[in-house]
């Protein structure tokens, strides 16, 4: 399998890179298990966080990668060139005009994906000539689009390019992920299923309110990022757990931009991990976690979907 061939993984799952989760420590894990870590660079993290967290990343001698958002790569250049001088594996640039970045990370050996939550995008994707193309459903945790379920578009965009695709959205285990590998991607992009891990940056009460998570608590909008003021395009809304704070302000976005009270209550909910103001990003395979494992459980999970895939490929399913 192209995964495989390309980075050595065991098991064909990339750890989508979760601002707030993914540090060097859950990344280096994820990839010393098999899978393929990426660090999530949000846009509040230095240059020299990335550096720092890097190298965590990077200690164990397993590839791994970077994930940016190309708007935030506009205003923060630094982090651009921090990922340069890290040289992953694998850089993931979404989120923006990123196809300026796109040749200068392939000069340096970096294989570069690229979100895309439509057919349209998936387009500007080949245009731009990336090595993966990530079909992001609208079942995924955190930002993207709220478009298209993972199923339809992973078909479509697996119709449109001879790329290697990988599935993002409501793969929450080896049932899931043999169903999209059947289908013809080249692996999983797990985000979710690895939100609890304990190698990962998640506080703990968080980590409880997505343990005690269903699959019908999850809302998509742009609640928090008003709230947050980070600078997210409102474009890429995010899929997170409802709380009282989004139940509050929902329809109310643009009034919430310029609430000074708001702004200031949201910022002290995120530091103090108040579940009921904080934002807690995750998709609707939410309901499958169950507790607090180490990202190798995860993967040796995912593992099983071998079991599946022979036995859908072979005429049943157990």
């Known amino acids: 399998m192209w ?16 601002a707030n989760v993914s540090g060097g420590k859950l990344t280096a894990a994820i990839s010393a298990a098999g899978g ?4 999530g660079a949000g846009s509040a993290v230095t ?13 164990a001698g397993k590839p791994y990668g970077v994930g940016l958002m190309a708007w935030s790569v506009d205003e923060r250049p630094e982090h651009l060139e921090a990922v340069l001088e890290l040289k992953p594996a694998l850089v993931s640039l979404s989120f923006g005009n990123y196809a300026p970045y796109v040749a200068p990370l392939q000069a340096e050996g970096i294989a570069v994906a690229t979100q895309a939550g439509t057919v349209a995008d998936a387009r500007e994707a080949i245009d731009a000539n990336v090595d993966i193309i990530v079909a992001r459903g609208a079942e995924a945790g955190g930002h993207g689009r709220n478009a298209v ?3 339809p578009l992973l078909q479509a965009i697996l119709d449109l390019t001879d790329l290697p695709v990988l599935a993002g959205g409501g793969i929450s285990g080896a049932r899931g992920l043999a169903a999209v590998l059947a289908a013809g ?13 304990v190698e990962g940056l998640t506080k703990e009460a968080v980590a409880q309110r997505v343990i005690e998570a269903d699959e019908t608590d999850t809302v998509y909008g742009t609640v928090f990022d008003a709230a947050s003021r980070a600078g997210w395009p409102d474009e890429f809304g995010g ?11 929902e329809g109310r976005e643009r009034e919430l931009k310029t609430d000074d009270l ?17 934002s807690i990003y995750a998709g609707e395979g939410v309901g499958a976690i169950t507790g607090r494992p180490t990202a190798a459980e995860v993967l040796d999970g995912f593992a099983g979907y071998r079991t599946y895939l022979s036995a859908a490929l072979n005429g049943g399913a157990k």
Do not use: S
């Open 239 to 249: 899929r997170a757990l409802r709380n009282a704070y989004f139940d509050q302000w």
């Open 262 to 278: 708001a702004h200031t209550e949201y910022v002290e909910g995120t530091k103090a991990a108040d579940t009921t103001r904080a």
């Open 185 to 197: 991607a080249a692996g999983g992009w797990i985000g979710t299923a690895f939100l609890t891990c």
């Open 36 to 39: 393929l870590g990426m660090l």
């Open 149 to 151: 379920g993972t199923l």
């Open 3 to 18: 995964l495989q061939e390309k980075f050595g993984l065991t098991v064909p799952v990339i750890g989508a890179p979760m």
């Open 47 to 59: 240059a020299d966080w990335i550096r720092t967290e890097g190298a965590i990343a990077a200690a």
